[in-house]
Every structure is written in structure tokens, then in C-alpha cells.
């Protein structure tokens, strides 16, 4: 019987497959399935029945904490609030899966084409359509607005309610992190410190955060159209989702754009990103200091990867250049 293992060394068979779907009344006639990793502790599987109804099966590794990620509670929410035209994911049922003992989430699934990093999987005619409609449906989703109470993914601790205090909170931690396991030095530890305190006040003291989905990358949205006409119509993968400053959710599409400059310098504008800026502002105004907003972002992005428990070697490497990179166009402004 085909079979996947993934991290704790539980093996998903067709039978767990056909399984969910009878717990959750659709059959038991399984055409066609596809195992697909996402991470390294967690499993999406494409899901197609006899009959022709298809759906994604997120299953979660062995001691993954569905309620502290909080996909499901996300998912839910913008069902009631959906982000204009900019389809998600629909919860369709959740449980065990019998065999593997594994948490899942059946999923809707959604029609369109991944462009992948660096739009890659796009046409080139069809890339300044593409990122001005990303820049446009991201807008969409930070209009939708945050749920309060009893909504615990979004809140941490004495944050709540204020941008800039829970991003001066999590630099500090995930700065600290970073600097005791070897990939900051005591002296770019201090300069990023610098860095970050410095642009902090580019965000207001009783500034509100927006709805941000955090991870958007290249490989977390769908698009249809070809050429002038390719357009974002889904976004997927809302585990990492919470509440942040509205540029720190720019910052993942726009590394995901093919290079616009050099690659010293992340504050480069080519086509691709003013496109990306223009369909963003055609939702919402732009902060008017938004380029250090968007810097404060990315050095926080950066450090913040540097301490994934879920990010490869060359990722790290790669993030800890971003760094040094921010750090030294400051230095030469």
C-alpha cells in the first residue's frame, strides 16, 4: 500500500486517506492522491474523488500544536471576513489520522498556477501584471479586520494592541537567539540592535498592526491569467499568520521578485517592486516614511530566520548575509 513517512516516523497510507474522507462524508472512492512536503514537519496531500471533488489534506509532524500555530482559527475568521477578491482556503473538517495518529485539516481546494520563487514557474510578459495584482491582494488582506478576544495566534502577551512594542520585544528575543547559537557576532548583534531601535521610530507608540499573513512568498500563492492579464486569486498557508506592521508583510514578496538591483543593497526599486508598491497603493495609502518601515522589516525578517528551527544551511547563510548587507547600507548613510 503506498506510503509516506514524515518527521516522527509516522507512515501516512491510502487507507488513512480514505479513512478522512469517510469520517467526514464524502465516500470512500479515492482516485488520485499526491503527497507533498511543506517544511519539515508538516505534509500536504492532494486529495481528488471518484465523482471529481477535489481537496488538500494538511497533516501536521508529530507534537505540532494546531491551536499555538493557529491555522485553523485564521482560516475560519476569514471565512466570515474574506479579503476581497483574494480567495482562501476553506476548512472542511479536522481529526486524527486513525492509523498515523497525526492532526490533520481537510481543505478546500483552490484553483490556480504556483509562479514559485523568483516567479519562475511565470512567463516573463506576465511578470509586472503579476506583482502589481500580489501588491493589490495583499492590500485587500490587510483591510480585513483583526479579531480581538479569545483569538490567541494573533496576541502576544503585553503586545497587544501596539506594533511597536511587540516588534522591539520579538528583535530582542529572536536577536539573543541568533547571537548565542554562533550566526551573529557580538558586534553585528549590536549594530542590528542599533539598527532596529533606530527604525522603531518610524512606527507610531500607539500604532494598531494590520492583518498580516507573514510567509507569502512565491510558493504561498495561486495566480491565473497569462501575459498583461496574470493576476493573484489565492493565498494559501496561513499557519505563521498574525498581527504585524503592514510592511513587515511586504517583505517575503518582494524577495520572492526576480532581482530589481544589486544585491548589496535591499533597498533597490526596480520594475518589478514599484509594480508590487502600485497595486498595494491602489488599496492603501503608503506610510509615508514606508522605505525604513520596509528596512525594519526585512532586519527583522532576516534575524528571525536565522533562528528557524525549520530553515536549511544555505537558508541560514543566505539570511545572515541580508543582514550584514542591511547593516553595512546603513552604515553608508
Not at 514537519?41 to 494538511?58: H, I, Q, W
Not at 494592541?161 to 558586534?187: H, I, N, V
Not at 500607539?206 to 498580516?212: D, L, S
Request: charged fraction near 25%; proline fraction near 6%.
Amino acid at each position: 500500500m503506498a506510503h509516506v513517512e514524515i518527521p516522527g516516523r509516522a507512515e501516512i497510507s491510502v487507507k488513512d486517506l480514505m479513512m478522512v474522507l469517510e469520517a467526514h462524508g464524502l465516500g470512500h472512492d479515492l482516485r488520485r492522491y499526491r503527497f507533498l512536503p511543506y517544511g519539515r514537519r508538516n505534509l500536504n496531500v492532494f486529495l481528488e474523488t471518484g465523482d471529481g471533488r477535489r481537496f488538500s489534506l494538511r497533516v501536521y509532524g508529530r507534537g505540532a500544536d494546531i491551536h499555538r500555530d493557529g491555522e485553523e482559527e485564521t482560516l475560519r475568521w476569514l471565512a466570515d471576513h474574506p479579503p476581497g477578491p483574494v480567495a482562501v482556503p476553506q476548512v472542511m473538517g479536522k481529526g486524527e489520522l486513525p492509523d498515523a495518529g497525526l492532526p490533520y485539516l481537510l481543505l478546500s481546494f483552490l484553483e490556480g498556477k504556483v509562479p514559485g520563487r523568483g516567479l519562475r514557474h511565470v512567463p516573463p510578459e506576465g511578470h509586472l501584471s503579476l506583482a502589481r495584482s500580489w501588491g493589490e491582494a495583499l492590500g485587500h488582506l490587510h483591510r480585513v479586520p483583526l479579531p480581538r478576544e479569545g483569538f490567541g495566534p494573533f496576541w502576544e502577551g503585553e503586545s497587544q494592541g501596539s506594533a511597536r512594542r511587540f516588534e522591539e520585544a520579538e528583535f530582542a528575543k529572536r536577536a539573543a537567539q541568533a547571537l548565542s547559537e554562533g550566526w551573529l557576532s557580538e558586534g553585528q548583534a549590536f549594530f542590528a540592535r542599533q539598527f532596529v531601535e533606530a527604525h522603531l521610530a518610524y512606527l507610531g507608540e500607539a500604532e494598531e498592526p494590520v492583518f498580516c499573513h507573514q510567509d507569502l512568498h512565491g510558493e504561498n500563492i495561486l495566480y491565473a491569467g497569462e501575459g498583461g492579464e496574470a493576476r493573484v486569486v489565492a493565498f494559501l498557508d496561513f499557519e505563521h499568520a498574525r498581527a504585524r506592521f503592514a510592511e513587515m508583510d511586504w517583505v517575503m514578496p518582494l524577495w520572492s521578485l526576480p532581482p530589481d538591483g544589486t544585491a548589496e543593497d535591499y533597498r533597490q526599486l526596480g520594475p518589478l517592486r514599484r509594480a508590487f508598491l502600485e497595486g498595494y497603493r491602489s488599496v492603501i495609502p503608503l506610510h509615508p516614511r514606508w522605505r525604513e518601515r520596509l528596512l525594519l522589516g526585512e532586519m527583522i525578517k532576516a534575524v528571525g530566520f536565522l533562528t528557524a528551527k525549520e530553515a536549511y544551511l544555505d537558508f541560514l547563510h543566505e539570511n545572515r548575509e541580508k543582514v550584514q548587507a542591511l547593516l553595512r547600507g546603513w552604515e553608508r548613510t
